[in-house]
T-cell receptor, first 116, second 115 residues
């Protein structure tokens, strides 16, 4: 069975600094998708970034980028120039390749605090 | 685009009663909807997957007779918690997807409190 592990329950970063959130996963599949979701206090899940396993190039979305290491089954999220609005729970998620009908498997999350 | 709504956003019910939560895709047709449960300070756990017009597929350990899921149209899925008990108190989140868009869109969640 696929599993997703986030080993950092809480992280803290100074405003304008950079922080990296860790995620590892376990799967025997070769094709899959990985995601980072943000859940602010409102509890609304917001997609931050996604990575297709068949792509070697790391995904980037503005201040957010990932370091995808397929052989190591590692998928870390780097947030650059951290802003107060980045404070939230961050969940790493895995989805087997099968279209959007496939269900997501979430890690336990990392609570990110941003200090002014 | 791609907005998913949930209603109600917050509900309190008495133990032993039933409560229905609606999940609607407002601007797209959702062939598949997912229901998650999130306890305080924990992650999202998938409860069931529903495809329009067919019976929901429940995850192991989820009582299908207690958590009734109906996906009668391409824009609406409902989760009914029957004979609710205090341990059913949780945050319930739905997500919706369509085979033509490689994405799942999440609703804002429903907080259920059973007294």
């Amino acid at each position: 069975a696929q599993t997703v592990t986030q080993s950092q329950p809480e992280m803290s970063v100074q405003e304008a600094e950079t922080v990296t959130l860790s995620c590892t996963y376990d799967t025997s599949e070769s094709d899959y998708y990985l995601f980072w979701y943000k859940q602010p206090p409102s509890r609304q899940m917001i997609l931050v970034i996604r990575q297709e396993a068949y792509k070697q190039q790391n995904a980037t979305e503005n201040r957010f980028s990932v370091n995808f290491q397929k052989a190591a089954k590692s998928f870390s999220l780097k947030i650059s120039d951290s802003q107060l609005g980045d404070a939230a729970m961050y969940f790493c998620a895995y989805r087997m390749d099968g279209g959007s009908q496939g269900n997501l498997i979430f890690g336990k999350g990392t609570k990110l605090s941003v200090k002014p | 685009g791609a907005v998913v709504s949930q209603h109600p956003s917050w509900v309190i019910c008495k133990s032993g009663t039933s409560v229905k939560i609606e999940c609607r895709s407002l601007d797209f047709q959702a062939t598949t909807m997912f229901w998650y449960r999130q306890f305080p300070k924990q992650s999202l756990m998938l409860m069931a997957t529903s495809n329009e017009g067919s019976k929901a597929t429940y995850e192991q350990g989820v009582e299908k007779d207690k958590f009734l899921i109906n996906h009668a149209s391409l824009t609406l899925s409902t989760l009914t918690v029957t004979s609710a008990h205090p341990e059913d108190s949780s945050f319930y989140i739905c997500s919706a997807s369509t085979g033509y868009i490689d994405e799942q869109y999440f609703g804002p969640g429903t907080r259920l409190t059973v007294t």
